[in-house]
């Protein structure tokens, strides 16, 4: 009677533990990024919110439940990174605020994305000169997990929002392509279908710039399928509408690959 009774419990702990075992596998399924990215974050420091709120053109069209995930997840990617000041001082609370916004701007659409590659942020107040190109350059991210910028040319992307140009962005998105690329947690994450749709869109596009037959985009576009990716990205957050009108298959397409669309901003939810 008595050895009953135990095996009896026992089967019942053994039962027990199976089920709540199911249980947090399943809410971890389901939930599992929900929680990671909006419940267990720390909300954003005032101090990175307020440079937030006065230049982040794309932050003020987001509706109110959509400005407290952005705001989390920039307070995440700076918690990642470790900004790096070179040739000035320090690295301000502002330039880790716009850098961390630039950079979960393009990934809104995807929510589980932090550029886990790239753990170092450089940043110059100027034009810096690389000894290994043996040119000034204003920004660069490279596969050893560096994002390099200067300061100056990047507020010069904010403060004309509209004219297509915007550094932030345009390093960001080639740190997309990479992270995309790199066999980590966050691999792979675009659509191989939709990708290579674009890629097939983008070397016509580039035929037809070399052959001075389309000029929305810079000439610097047409360098290679990966500079004309980041001035893509930079028009499609930019100049949406204009993007839109000129090349509509093109836009929709990138906005697929990017999973969120400038034209539908704060419309949602
Ligand atoms: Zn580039």
New binding site residues.
């Given amino acids: 009677m008595f050895i009953g009774a135990i095996i009896l419990f026992l089967f019942l702990v053994f039962v027990l533990y199976n089920v709540f075992a199911i249980i947090r596998a399943i809410v971890r399924w389901y939930l599992g990024d929900y929680i990671n990215t909006y419940l267990l974050v720390a909300r954003l420091d005032p101090l990175y919110k307020k440079p937030i709120q006065r230049y982040l053109n794309y932050y003020k069209q987001l509706n109110p439940s959509e400005k407290v995930v952005f705001e989390k997840r920039v307070q995440k990617f700076i918690n990642q990174k470790q900004f790096i000041a070179r040739d000035m001082d320090k690295v301000t609370d502002e330039m880790k605020a716009l850098i961390a916004g630039a950079a979960i701007q393009l990934t809104y659409g995807y929510p589980s994305v932090y550029f886990t590659h790239f753990k170092r942020i450089l940043i110059y107040p100027d034009d810096y000169y690389s000894n290994i190109s043996q040119r000034y350059h204003k920004?660069?991210v490279n596969m050893g997990g560096l994002i390099v910028l200067s300061w100056k040319n990047f507020v010069d992307g904010y403060i004309d929002y509209k004219d297509g140009r915007n550094l932030g962005l345009?390093?960001m998105?080639?740190a997309l392509r990479l992270e995309n690329a790199v066999k980590n947690e966050e691999y792979g994450f675009l659509d191989d279908d939709i990708l290579r749709i674009w890629t097939d869109l983008c070397y016509r596009e580039i035929e037809k710039m070399e052959l001075g037959e389309s000029d929305f985009f810079r000439a610097y576009a047409a360098t290679n399928s990966?500079?004309f990716f980041?001035?893509s990205v930079e028009n499609f957050f930019e100049r949406p509408e204009e993007f839109s009108n000129w090349h509509p298959k093109m836009y929709n397409t990138l906005s697929k690959l990017l999973n969120q669309d400038p034209l539908k901003i704060g419309r949602l939810g």
Avoid: S
Wanted: hydrophobic fraction near 30%; aromatic fraction near 0%.
């Fill in positions: 920004g660069e345009h390093e998105a080639h990966q500079e980041a001035v």
